[in-house]
Every structure is written in structure tokens, then in C-alpha cells.
């Protein structure tokens, strides 16, 4: 363990000089074209990132520019471990201080789109997987580092791999926050379709306007220990006859119920789209395993937590969201000035390797 944690010390110096060459590349998604499905700079991301994952000696693997990884370790029958991110980012708005792609360096910090959201992340997870390397490090299955495309604007990277390549036996979305998160909400989006404005007003009126977000009204909520209450949210009048909502709702009731309850009330409703609730044994040895490694690097309490964000975990069977922003550490990632602290990325990279050491050898399941 300490040879690792020091291995990751002296890699310092490649770590940094690595992400800021992938955050200085403007991945925000645009047009389409037959080589570049999100946009000829998330292809140059993904290009880039692989050319550097290469220049680190990992097999590589481009499938179609829609999304990519780095391999390493034997290829058998039990699977595949994972840490999947993504280099797409968020367009960067206004307000920034300084060009929002320059790696933008400042008493200790990094200032650019996507050094948080999420290209600092999962790189910090490919030199996690080098520092292993370096050290002669033999896993016993497949250690995956995966470069999703799509991620911030709808997950269709991850269906383009899903169609192509099995899922893994085991892993993790450095996407999110710590501790390891064991569970996320699923998300429900319904239109209300309305028979005329009138009823659209009428609506608004009785349901909406002046509601805690409870669902109450709507005859939806449903409270779970372990999440707290369902919550309604992103309220949008799509046009005169139809409204939206999104309905964040823990585990332990199912998207079906939601509807049946809200057909029940009289509502005629259409599903837009919908995420299932993600749930782990909070024992597994997998979540016990990151829980294990980051109390070993930052001395803090790992117990596992649950959130209410959405995560490649939705869609990609067995993995959990996993880091990388610290306790207290909110509203960074879409924001102007979007940074990350160097020493921070030191530590996760750290988590991370030590994490990644385990999974490749011990049972996972």
C-alpha cells in the first residue's frame, strides 16, 4: 500500500501535465458528422485521450468515436473491472475569470470546464492504473479506464457500448462524490396532457403552484429512510395543452406505481423517460472495498451514502458512483471558474489506485 500511495506521489508531475492536456481541448458537444457523432472536439478528446492512454502502454480501443478505453491486465471468461468517465463537457456560459479551456493554474487550483466534470476524474483514474503498472502490478482480470462521449447530454455513448460490449463484473463512475455511493434516486419524467388551456390553468393551479415538491398533491409521495422523500422538480409548461415534470424518487416504489398512482388520480400522463432507482448491499464487498480505501487515504468516516443525481450508473449494470468531490464540496461542476484543487486530484488518484489494485484481484461480487 505504501509503495502505491508513493508510486502515486511520484507520478505527480506526469498526472498534472496529462489532464490539462485533455481539459485544454474544447469537448463541449456540436454537430454531428459520420466520424464524430457528438462533435469534432469530443472526437479530438477521445483521440487524444486514447493517444495518451497509449503513451502510457495500455492496449487501447476506439469503438466507432462514440466512446473508448484503455485496457490492461488478461482478458478472461470472469470479466471486466471499470472506472468509466467522461470527456464531454457543458457548454461554459458566462463569468469566467479566465479562458475556461487554459488548465488555468492558480495557488494551487485548476480553473477549466471539465477539470471537475469530469476529465480530471478519470484520468486521475488512468494514472491510478499507471502508478499500478509501473510497480509491476499483475491483476487477475481486466482493468477497464473508460472514456465516455455522451454523458452530459443523454447517455447515448453508453447505450453505443452496451449494444457492442458486455457490461463489467465490477467498478465505479468517478462522477459524483464521496463516500462511495451505494444508491441513486431513479428519475420518472411525465407530461400532463390537458384537453384545452383551460384545464392546463387548472391544473398548474391546484397542483402546482404554491406545492412543497412532495408529490403530496399529486397523490405520488413515498418516503424511504435511507433516500428521505420523493421530490418533484424541473416543472415545464411544454406547451398549451402539456405539462413536465420530473419526479426524483428513492428506492423501494417502481416507475410503474408512480404512473398507476397518477392514472389512478385521474391525470392522463405519458412517461418521457425514465432512470430505475440504483441500490447496492452497502456490505458488498465491492462498495467495501472503496469505503476501505478512502478511510485508508484521507481518514475520514467512508460510510456509504445515497444521492439524488444521476450517473453512467443508471444505465451501466454494476458499477456505483464513487468520488470525486469531497464532503462540502457543492456547485462546482457547471459553474463558472469550474476548478479542483491539486491536492485534491492527488488524493483521489490515490483512492483510486488503491482501489483499482483490489478490485483487479480480490472477489468482487
Not at 454537430?31 to 493517444?51: H, I, M
Not at 499507471?130 to 482493468?143: F, N, S
Not at 428519475?187 to 387548472?202: M, P
Not at 420530473?246 to 389512478?264: D, F, Q
Request: charged share 25%; glycine share 8%; proline share 6%.
Amino acid at each position: 500500500m505504501d509503495k502505491i500511495l508513493q508510486q502515486v506521489n511520484e507520478l505527480t508531475p506526469e498526472l498534472i501535465d496529462g489532464i490539462k492536456r485533455i481539459v485544454r481541448i474544447p469537448s463541449v458537444q456540436d454537430t454531428a458528422s459520420e466520424d464524430a457523432p457528438y462533435g469534432k472536439n469530443v472526437r479530438k478528446a477521445l483521440l487524444e485521450t486514447l493517444k495518451l492512454s497509449e503513451e502510457l502502454g495500455f492496449e487501447t480501443v476506439n469503438i466507432d468515436n462514440h466512446i473508448g478505453y484503455a485496457s490492461f491486465g488478461p482478458k478472461n471468461k470472469e470479466g471486466y473491472i471499470a472506472a468509466i468517465g467522461h470527456l464531454d463537457v457543458v457548454p461554459v456560459g458566462e463569468g469566467w475569470k479566465h479562458d475556461p479551456f487554459s488548465a488555468y493554474e492558480e495557488d494551487g487550483v485548476i480553473y477549466s470546464r471539465g477539470i471537475l466534470d469530469n476529465k480530471g476524474p478519470i484520468l486521475s483514474c488512468l494514472y491510478a492504473l499507471y502508478a499500478l503498472k509501473q510497480l509491476g502490478y499483475k491483476p487477475h482480470r481486466e482493468i477497464r479506464i473508460i472514456f465516455g462521449c455522451n454523458e452530459e447530454t443523454g447517455f447515448h455513448d453508453l447505450k453505443y457500448y452496451l449494444s457492442k460490449e458486455q457490461p463489467p463484473l465490477a467498478g465505479y463512475t468517478p462522477d459524483c462524490k464521496f463516500p462511495v455511493v451505494y444508491a441513486e434516486r431513479g428519475r420518472l419524467v411525465i407530461n400532463v396532457k390537458c384537453a384545452n388551456t383551460q384545464e392546463l390553468h387548472q391544473f398548474l393551479n391546484a397542483y402546482v403552484l404554491n406545492s412543497d415538491h412532495s408529490g403530496v398533491k399529486l397523490g405520488i409521495d413515498f418516503k424511504n429512510d435511507e433516500f428521505g422523500k420523493l421530490e418533484t422538480r424541473n416543472d415545464k409548461i411544454v406547451d398549451d395543452k402539456t405539462f413536465q415534470f420530473a419526479i426524483s424518487y428513492p428506492y423501494g416504489i417502481t416507475c410503474k406505481e408512480l404512473v398507476e398512482r397518477l392514472k389512478n388520480k385521474g391525470f392522463d400522463v405519458d412517461v418521457v423517460g425514465n432512470y430505475d432507482p440504483v441500490y447496492f448491499n452497502r456490505k458488498a464487498p465491492m462498495i467495501s472495498i472503496m469505503q476501505e480505501a478512502y478511510e485508508t487515504v484521507t481518514g475520514l468516516d467512508g460510510t456509504p451514502v445515497t444521492t439524488t443525481g444521476g450517473t453512467y450508473a443508471k444505465l451501466m449494470p454494476h458499477i456505483v458512483p464513487f468520488g470525486p468531490s469531497f464532503p462540502g464540496q457543492k456547485g462546482i461542476g457547471h459553474n463558472p471558474n469550474e476548478w479542483m484543487k491539486i491536492d485534491d486530484i492527488i488524493t483521489i488518484t490515490k483512492i483510486y489506485a488503491l482501489t483499482l489494485y483490489r478490485l483487479g484481484r480480490e472477489d468482487v461480487l
